[in-house]
Structure formats: structure tokens, C-alpha cells
């Protein structure tokens, strides 16, 4: 599949919670239903067989989602969808954890291919932060999911979640560069 059919399906899935809260109010639940499975579908295609095992959990995670919804005439299922992939994540990271190497030291590598032992410190202990904000993300999906607020569920799913997100990137690129100051070698 092309580039721009990846791109538009990662996109599809990153705004899934406006998705669900518009679908819900503006489509009728099969169709709602069709086209995420659609979605879940194309994402399991686009990996094809040296497709990353977490990408493909998380497509079969919206498959089971739909499902759940389905089965029970009603579009409760699909509000689990954000909870089930921080769980997904977690589970990548926490076992990685028990590998030689991380997930964060792979994705190290890829521009640092000599990361000194310094690094590889640093790169766990990022895992383990990641694993902590799973662990947390995840806590506040499922109460947004409990509580029952759509509006809710799609402010913090669909937005506060993202921001987050990108709130511990970007603090962890500026202790990064302050680590790497601090050392000879890169982290």
C-alpha cells in the first residue's frame, strides 16, 4: 500500500475518538461499525507480514472493539478501544523490559547505533517511564469509559491524552540533551 494510504489510515486511527463521537451522532451504528472494521482491516493489511507485532495488536484490538459492539447492538464496545491500546503498549514496553533490548533502545539505535552502556541506562529507565504513563493513561481512559460522559471520553481520548503524550516527549528530549551534555558518549 502506498505511503499516503499509510499516512491517512495512521490519521483515521489517531483521530478515533472525533471519529466515534461524530459516527455516533451522525451514522447509524452499522455504519459506524462497517467502516471501523474497515479501517482495523486496512491496518492489519498495510503491515503485512514484517508488520511491527504491537501495530497489528492494536488493529485486532479495534476488530474486537467493533465486534463488542456489535454483538451488543450498541456503541459502548468502542469506547474501550483507547483503554485496550495503552494496555497493548504497556505490554510491548513492560516486556521489552525483559529483553536485552528495550523498545526505546531499538528506536535509539536506529540513530545511534554505538549507544555507550550510559545510554542504554537511560534508555530503560525511559521504558519505565513509559510504562508508568501507560499505566496511568490507561487508568483515566477506563474512568472516562465508567463515568459515561461521551463529551468527556472525547476530550481527554481524543485531545488531553495526545497532549500528554507530547508533553513527555518533549520533556524527555530536553532531559535527553541534558544527559548528553553531562556524558562523553550519546544517549
Given amino acids: 500500500m502506498s505511503k499516503l494510504a499509510q499516512l491517512l489510515l495512521a490519521l483515521i486511527v489517531a ?40 501495530a497489528k495488536l492494536v488493529s485486532m484490538a479495534l476488530a474486537v472493539v467493533v465486534a463488542m459492539s456489535w454483538l451488543r447492538g450498541d456503541a459502548n464496545g468502542l469506547l474501550w478501544y483507547p483503554v485496550v491500546c495503552n494496555a497493548i503498549l504497556l505490554a510491548v514496553f513492560a516486556f521489552s523490559l525483559r529483553q ?65 503524550m507530547g508533553l513527555l516527549l518533549a520533556v524527555e528530549w530536553l532531559v535527553r540533551l541534558r544527559v548528553r551534555r553531562g556524558t562523553a558518549g550519546g544517549v
Fill in 15 to 54: 483521530i478515533y475518538p472525533l471519529a466515534v463521537y461524530f459516527g455516533i451522532q451522525y451514522l447509524s451504528l452499522g455504519s459506524l461499525l462497517f467502516v471501523l472494521l474497515a479501517v482495523a482491516a486496512m491496518r492489519l493489511l498495510v503491515g503485512g507480514s514484517s508488520g511491527r507485532v504491537g
Fill in 100 to 164: 536485552p533490548q528495550t523498545v526505546i533502545e531499538r528506536l535509539a539505535r536506529l540513530r545511534e547505533p554505538d549507544l555507550p552502556p550510559e545510554g542504554v541506562a537511560y534508555t530503560r529507565r525511559v521504558t519505565q517511564v513509559w510504562c508508568l504513563f501507560f499505566i496511568g493513561n490507561g487508568a483515566v481512559a477506563t474512568a472516562t469509559v465508567l463515568y459515561g460522559d461521551m463529551q468527556l471520553w472525547t476530550l481527554y481520548n481524543g485531545l488531553i491524552s495526545y497532549g500528554l
